[in-house]
């Protein structure tokens, strides 16, 4: 029992030793050599970091040689150092436009891992960012009107080249400033007054007036007028 196991123990030793022995030596390094003609040749290897340098130009009996070169080598764990030029990988969604409107900008970007430049490789060439105008429509200004309150209400208000008039539920006369903002109170009682080139109104016995020289003068005829609600 005791000469099995020596000779178990030896069998195994002599194993490792040979396997050993076929991964170094002249014998290992010619079959790295011929594997990387190979290669050279433009045999698809299978190896870890070992690549084809030309178009496959190898006949069937080649290929079988190469074939086997390789698998002795992956018995060995051997792998290539070749270099490995960086590839661009998709560039990216653009990023969020820095403004609403009246113009901001928006980047997207990419990166030289597809694959990553090793063992002396070339990295990638070109931008790895790009940036772009956005949101260029121009921004809408939001104009908030201050009106002063008039007592009794204005029932109509008319826009013209004359400006902005109006009459309240009492038939009193307001013109708007300048200022957009405040009203002063104009002379007579009108129930209606029309802006335009000239200012022209209506009293409640339907007589007609035209504004002239900061007083109303009176109009011959009358005039009969349907009310509306604007």
């Known amino acids: 029992m005791r000469n099995f196991i020596l000779i178990v123990t030896f069998s195994v030793l002599f194993i490792l030793i040979n396997a050993g022995s076929k991964c170094e030596g002249k014998k290992f390094d010619k079959t790295v050599k011929e594997y990387k003609k190979c290669r050279a040749e433009g045999y698809n290897s299978k190896i870890v ?34 270099p490995v030029n960086g590839g661009w990988t998709d ?36 931008q790895g960012s790009q940036i772009q105008n956005c949101s260029t429509q121009a921004c809408q200004t939001v104009l908030k009107a201050f009106w002063q309150v008039i007592p009794g ?28 903002k405040s009203w002063t109170q104009i002379g007579g009682a009108l129930r209606l007054v029309s802006s335009g080139a000239t200012v022209w109104g209506v009293n409640k016995s339907d007589y007609i007036f035209k504004y002239i020289n900061n007083g109303w003068q009176q109009i011959g005829g009358r005039v009969a007028i349907t009310s509306s609600s604007t």
């Open 49 to 82: 970091g070992c690549t084809a340098t030309t178009e496959d130009n190898l006949n069937t009996k080649q290929a079988n040689k190469c074939a086997k070169a390789e698998a002795s080598l992956k018995k060995c764990g051997y792998t290539c150092t070749d």
């Open 91 to 126: 560039f990216g969604d653009w990023s969020e436009c820095s403004a609403k409107c009246g113009g901001g900008s928006q980047s997207r970007s990419r990166s030289c891992t597809n694959p990553a430049p090793q063992h002396g490789g070339a990295v990638c060439q070109g």
């Open 153 to 180: 209400k204005l029932t109509k208000i008319s826009k013209g080249n004359s400006g902005i008039w109006g009459v309240n539920r009492d038939d009193n006369i307001f013109k708007l400033q300048g200022d957009g």
